[in-house]
């Protein structure tokens, strides 16, 4: 039977019928290592998993795979391979020896900067020592580090002095502004994080901290030397705006934004979790890798993740996603997970350049879950659209191991098995809505208190959040996309929708700084708005 067939006949069916099935949870679930998969929420039986499955092998996605893991060029628009994978290499990795000396000759550069500022022995230009970390970046060079940092908070090293990483990335200057005002520039240190060094939004964040410093130390190259590292692919540009070889980081074309983390744009991470924990955090991403390359179809975690997420596009008309994490921690996660899923596969031309006829990426959002039941939760349950949701826990949260409580350990233990409750309890009721009730009970509900619930899910434990464990998850999610590219035959890898827009405003800035007074090629809307921008700010 044809899987549209499968899921015409599943649409009718509601999950509380599947759950009939008293053994559903061991058949649809998998775990590996420290992650458990349950998809057993899922609007699926085990015919459409089956047909899943040989749709991933009539696309070639074995092949593909392959493919991926070397060094062809499946970037096939910018003619670059995608190596994020071999970021995480183990230095004894033997395939690609070239290719691992290369990444952790960058790495161990980094990871000595790293032990330096944790000892407390790296200093600014007046001889104090560097206490601020500030990371200017935009896109990937901002949101990784920025939600790696976060989510790892509770494995931050000690180090001689405090020491504080902030992250700046609006080009409004709104971020920089509060920022500056509550750090000092002899203790200061900008990473400039930009895989071209030609991002306008980050340059220009750039330059303010750099007459920042200067006004407050002087014109003297020093300045410069102790007070910027910057991480790219373009040498030239790094020297010529100041950046000192020693301070250069050094990434490669065939790096992704959205996948860099992994490399020396991870700096704030190392330095947030110290070496070891960022080699734990590799280690997690390419025991992934493995797994990813290894295990069968049927128990592969980022492939069954993928083709449920097929599923419920082109199959179920399911349209939006939602990430929902039930840990603090994870308050950024959706948002990474925003950019890796939509700039990657919101594509709508295949690979040999015809337009698709099907539903690529859905919208893709969400929140820490115990906010978004107090934000969105009442579209889930009560609204008109149609939703899937992945939730995402820790199954322990405060071991003796990670922390030393007096009074309050229990407290905080009960707090997070009240965070799992509520993770439990909304899937639940997602699923199966007020089907639960008995007749009567259904009977005398008001229409208003009706939960229509079949809406499907996943959820992800973790055994811990800690560095090896969030690899592997973001290394699932980079995956499950690369998964879905394949069987939408769309190049996963470039973001020309991103390049024009920049184009654009450089277009328009020299209009709105007073430098060019042509629109003759812009519309009449955009003409108005200017000429109202001018006005207002002549005024």
């Known amino acids: 039977m044809k899987i549209q067939q499968l899921a015409d006949q599943l649409k009718s069916v509601n999950l509380s019928t599947l759950f009939n099935d008293s053994d559903r949870f061991n058949e649809f679930s998998q775990s590996f290592e420290g992650l458990t998969l349950d998809f057993s929420k899922q609007r699926i039986n085990q015919d459409s998993v089956n047909s899943l499955m040989n749709l991933a092998k009539e696309k070639q996605l074995d092949d593909w795979i392959q493919r991926l893991f ?9 003619q670059r391979a995608a190596m994020h994978w071999a970021l995480r290499l183990p230095k004894e990795h033997q395939k690609y020896p070239d290719l691992v000396n290369e990444v952790h000759a960058q790495l161990e550069r980094m990871y000595r900067l790293v032990e330096q500022i944790h000892a407390g022995q790296y200093r600014g230009a007046t001889g104090e020592v560097v206490t601020d970390v500030v990371n200017i970046g935009v896109g990937g060079s901002d949101l990784g580090p920025l939600m790696v940092t976060h989510a790892l908070s509770d494995f931050k090293v000690k180090t001689t002095k405090p020491l504080s990483i902030h992250f700046v990335s609006t080009m409004d200057g709104s971020q920089l502004s509060d920022l500056l005002h509550q750090l000092r520039p002899e203790t200061t240190l900008f990473i400039i994080s930009s895989k071209s060094f030609g991002t306008i939004d980050t340059l220009s ?33 790094m020297t010529a705006w ?3 070889p020693d301070r250069q980081f ?3 074309e065939w790096v992704g934004g959205r996948y860099s983390l992994w490399s ?5 991470i190392a330095l947030t979790i110290g070496v070891e924990g960022f080699k734990n955090f590799l280690a997690g991403a390419h025991s992934m890798d493995e797994h990813f390359q290894s295990a069968p179809f049927s128990e592969n975690l980022p492939i069954l993740l993928g ?5 419920n596009t082109n199959y179920l008309n399911i349209q939006t996603h939602a990430v929902l994490p039930y840990d603090g921690r994870m308050k950024y996660f959706a948002s990474y997970l925003q950019q890796l899923e939509m700039e990657s596969n919101g594509k709508s031309i295949q690979r040999d350049q015809t337009e698709v006829t099907w539903t690529t990426c859905p919208i893709v959002w969400g929140e820490v879950g115990p906010n978004a039941q107090h934000a969105f939760y009442q579209l ?3 609204g008109t659209q149609a939703v899937s949701s992945d939730f995402i826990a820790p199954i322990q949260r405060y071991t003796a191991k990670q922390f030393t409580y007096a009074d309050n350990e229990d407290e905080l233990i009960e707090q997070h098995h009240l965070a799992l409750a509520n993770c439990l309890a909304q899937s639940r009721l997602l699923a199966f809505g007020s089907q639960s009730l008995s007749e009567d009970e259904l009977a005398q509900l008001p229409k208003y208190q009706y939960y229509e619930g079949n809406q499907p899910s996943s959820t992800l434990l973790l055994d811990e959040l800690n560095p090896r464990t969030l690899g592997m998850l973001i290394a699932l999610y980079e995956h499950k996309v ?7 035959n769309i190049n996963p890898f470039d973001q020309w929708g991103v390049e024009k827009g920049k184009a654009i405003a450089n277009q328009i800035l020299p209009i709105l700084n007073g430098e060019s007074d042509s629109m003759d090629e812009l519309d009449v809307s955009t003409k108005g708005l200017i000429q109202l921008l001018l006005g207002k700010s002549n005024g």
Request: with cysteine.
């Open 380 to 382: 889930l349950h009560q």
């Open 205 to 237: 964040n750039a330059e303010t901290v750099r007459a920042w410093l200067m006004k407050a130390l002087g014109h003297d190259q020093i300045v410069l030397h102790n007070h910027f590292v910057a991480v790219s692919t373009n040498i030239e540009k």
């Open 482 to 488: 690369f998964v879905q590219s394949v069987i939408w």
């Open 70 to 78: 070397s060094k062809e060029c499946i970037n096939d628009t910018e």
């Open 250 to 252: 050094l990434m490669w």
């Open 264 to 268: 020396c744009i991870g700096l704030p």
């Open 307 to 311: 083709m449920l997420g097929v599923w």
């Open 242 to 244: 100041g950046i000192h």
